[in-house]
Nanobody, 124 residues
Framework: QLQASGGGLVQAGASLRLSCAAS????????MGWFRQAPGKEREFVAT????????YYADSVKGRFTLSRSNAMNTVYLQMNSLKPEDTAVYYC???????????????????WGPGTLVTVSS
């Protein structure tokens, strides 16, 4: 089970930190990450942590502004979002993959588990 939190309404240029806590059976998880979906748009990849090795992957649109990290207990991932822009406005979803393969980390249908989403609104 995944539970996301941290969304809200901010002005452009501000920062937010999203959290995603995993509970229950987490053994075997290969990747944890974030997607987002703006109104009328497809769900898009934001960032993922490949747990074996700790490699991080970002969408070009957030690279340099967003940072994905995980807790020492390794059951929570954080998405630090800086320099937010109005185009970052979306519902952000936490996702985890157990059967996912590395070449498919940007595909939302590669992930097995999803959190309920948290709304981020950035005003201009």
């Amino acid at each position: 089970q995944l539970q996301a939190s941290g969304g809200g309404l901010v002005q452009a240029g501000a920062s937010l930190r999203l959290s995603c806590a995993a509970s229950g059976r987490t053994f075997g998880t290969r990747a944890m990450g974030w997607f987002r979906q703006a109104p009328g748009k497809e769900r898009e990849f934001v960032a993922t942590l490949w747990l074996s090795g700790g490699n991080l992957y970002y969408a070009d649109s957030v690279k340099g502004r967003f940072t994905l990290s995980r807790s020492n207990a390794m059951n929570t991932v954080y998405l630090q979002m800086n320099s937010l822009k109005p185009e970052d406005t979306a519902v952000y979803y936490c996702a985890a993959g157990r059967t996912i393969i590395l070449s498919q980390i940007r595909a939302h249908n590669s992930y097995n588990y999803w959190g309920p989403g948290t709304l981020v609104t950035v005003s201009s």
